[in-house]
């Protein structure tokens, strides 16, 4: 049944509450408290580390780049990143994705790879993903693609459910419109060592995606 609220992946990470406040017709217009000045920060300090990752990548992959110009509107964003998808571009960064209306989803993503004749979603975090150990698979930042990961010797992944769930979110969204690459579901995350993307396997949790 079509849902009038779409929801993001960020909501696994916030307070249910807050959520529902967010979203409660009721509610629309009522004055909220601003940030708090250390969480204002952190947003700030994540957006840059985003942006100064993406320029890299961007001189670093070259031709089979795509930015999409986050300073323009929602509907323009997801425009150009459904166009960027159907002309096949090999790396989008800061994809907006088509709203699943069906299925009440909304979201945008740091970095879409294209594979397995689809996209898989990467998400680019200002927190640690791997611990030392072994077994993560990881692939190098120079070639960001799950077909290129490896088994870890020095890593493992560290337990970060709110990447995995958001992820999860994101995998949905490209079934829905059609672009989610074929086989198995996985999706990547560069954490603030930003030396490597970290691959989640999806399908090892419970997949519990559904509508």
Do not use: N
């Not at 870890?152 to 459910?161: I, L, N, V």
Request: net charge negative; hydrophobic share 35%.
């Amino acid at each position: 049944m079509d849902s009038e609220v779409l929801l993001d992946g960020d909501v696994v990470t916030r307070c249910r509450r807050r959520v529902h406040l967010d979203h409660d017709p009721t509610m629309i217009g009522t004055p909220t408290a601003p940030l708090d000045p250390g969480a204002e920060q952190r947003i700030a300090d994540a957006a840059e580390y985003r942006r100064e990752l993406a320029e890299w990548l961007g001189g670093t992959l070259g031709a089979d780049w795509t930015e999409i110009p986050r300073e323009a509107s929602t509907e323009e964003r997801e425009e150009e990143t459904l166009a960027a998808m159907c002309a096949g571009a090999g790396y989008i960064s800061g994809a907006q994705l088509p709203l699943d209306r069906e299925g009440g989803r909304q979201g945008s993503v740091d970095l879409l790879v294209r594979s397995g004749g689809g996209y898989v979603p990467v998400l680019v975090v200002r927190h640690k993903v791997t611990d030392p150990g072994k077994g993560a698979r990881t692939s190098p930042l120079t070639d960001p693609r799950p077909e290129s990961a490896r088994k870890d010797p020095t890593r493992k992944p560290r337990s970060q459910a709110r990447d995995q769930l958001r992820l999860a979110h994101l995998v949905r969204l490209l079934q829905a419109c059609g672009m989610h690459s074929a086989g198995r579901k996985f999706g990547g995350a560069i954490g603030s060592d930003a030396d490597t993307v970290l691959w989640h396997d999806l399908e090892a949790r419970t997949w519990s995606g559904g509508r």
